[in-house]
T-cell receptor, first 113, second 116 residues
Framework: AQSVTQPDIHITVSEGASLELRCNYS??????LFWYVQSPGQGLQLLLK??????LVQGIKGFEAEFKRSQSSFNLRKPSVHWSDAAEYFC???????????FGTGTRLTVIP | EPEVTQTPSHQVTQMGQEVILRCVPI?????FYWYRQILGQKVEFLVS????????KSEIFDDQFSVERPDGSNFTLKIRSTKLEDSAMYFC??????????????FGDGTRLSIL
């Protein structure tokens, strides 16, 4: 069965600093991987996805993520964080052939001036 | 960009009452989903729906839950007899193809359900 682990519950970074949010997954084959962002009171917005091919994927708002099969990881990165990036970030996995997403518990990002 | 829309944004209901949460998926999408997020917890899959029938459901989706696509645009989640533990944010999602393919699911802003 699929599962997703986001080991960091809460991360605080300074505006302009770089960011890396960790995500590890458990799945028997190569899954589909996603990062979603949830601003307070809002729904889930897709940041980026990995299906196949290039293991470094670019998303919206300057985010990127790298799929590392050997580490079962799909970490989200951004070189310079903006105050508007403060939100909850969810990593999710979909098994190829499955019909639903499995989400991690989320990482809350706080950005300080 | 087309969006998934959910109504109402907040629903307050007495325990034991029936509640219907409504969603309008993106118009050319064929697969529809409900997820829920209990406060402070992860987003959990409830059910997926395709071609007017449930294609997959989780163990959370018991007999008190039902889904329906009553017309060509709406997709509803009904909770027949609400319990306190049903209090959560409920998200609707849709996708062009099934969830295990290369088409991502697009989510609505959610309905916050509060059971008193």
């Amino acid at each position: 069965a699929q599962s997703v682990t986001q080991p960091d519950i809460h991360i605080t970074v300074s505006e302009g600093a770089s960011l890396e949010l960790r995500c590890n997954y458990s799945y028997g084959a190569t899954p589909y991987l996603f990062w979603y962002v949830q601003s307070p009171g809002q729904g889930l917005q897709l940041l980026l996805k990995y299906f196949s091919g290039d293991t470094l994927v670019q998303g919206i708002k300057g985010f990127e993520a790298e799929f590392k099969r050997s580490q079962s990881s799909f970490n989200l990165r951004k070189p310079s964080v903006h105050w508007s990036d403060a939100a909850e970030y969810f990593c999710a996995v979909a098994g190829r052939g499955a019909n639903n997403l499995f989400f991690g518990t989320g990482t809350r990002l706080t950005v300080i001036p | 960009e087309p969006e998934v829309t959910q109504t109402p944004s907040h629903q307050v209901t007495q325990m034991g009452q029936e509640v219907i949460l409504r969603c309008v998926p993106i118009s050319n999408h064929l697969y529809f989903y409900w997820y829920r997020q209990i406060l402070g917890q992860k987003v959990e899959f409830l059910v997926s729906f395709y071609n007017n029938e449930i294609s997959e459901k989780s163990e959370i989706f018991d007999d008190q839950f039902s889904v329906e696509r009553p017309d060509g645009s709406n997709f509803t989640l009904k909770i027949r007899s609400t319990k306190l533990e049903d209090s959560a944010m409920y998200f609707c999602a849709s996708s062009q193809t099934w969830g295990g393919s290369n088409q991502p699911q697009h989510f609505g802003d959610g309905t916050r359900l509060s059971i008193l």
